[in-house]
């Protein structure tokens, strides 16, 4: 999943037939190298004799659907508002589960739902809520004030959060990871802070030729 942003850009750039900003590309290669740090804890033989599974491919293929649907929202939220939008990828995502489980012989959805206990309806209700119609309502807008590039960068925050999550659980974070948290921290502000203070150096220089 920390392919996303790259996913993302090469996508765009595929598409448009244009190279990214030289910013977005700092920002991608400081990003990737602290997520690495993070999920690896400086191990990098883990890439090495890293091997894909079924389940890796198919979470690979997820990250290419997400970084398609991330670049094809950037136009669609042009035209269409983003509470619509929003449920009818629900709406679509609803109707692929449901044409998975009617083929799935160990799966019974609605004889499960009737024994579930107080907890996990809590659970499902959080995680409808909050983790995905707020979510996607949230990374959408992100996306048209952004633009899919800049906004997918941000995707980095995913192994961050999970790291800090591990921590409040109890979890050992290590130095290392914490340095991974910090350089994709500044691998998203740098870029910015370099366009601030250039924005803000014309300002003064067109005030002071004023």
Known sequence: MALSPLATSLIGSLLQRKLPARGAVFSLVVCLSGVLLVLTNGELKRLLGFEFN????????????????TYLTQGVSRWMPMIPYTLVGMLSGLGVISLVTTFSAEVHPLQESLVISGYV????????????????????????QLGAANASLFFNFVPVFAALTAFAYGQTV?????????????????PRVVKWQQQRFNRQEATSVN
């Open 54 to 69: 079924h389940g890796d491919q198919m979470i690979f293929l997820g990250m290419l659907c997400w970084s398609l649907y």
């Open 174 to 190: 290590t130095s290392l990871q914490l340095l991974g948290v910090a350089i994709v921290i500044a691998g998203l502000l740098l």
């Open 121 to 144: 309806v809590g659970d499902l209700l959080f995680i409808g809520v909050f983790g995905t119609v707020g979510g996607y309502l949230l990374w959408i807008s992100g996306v048209k």
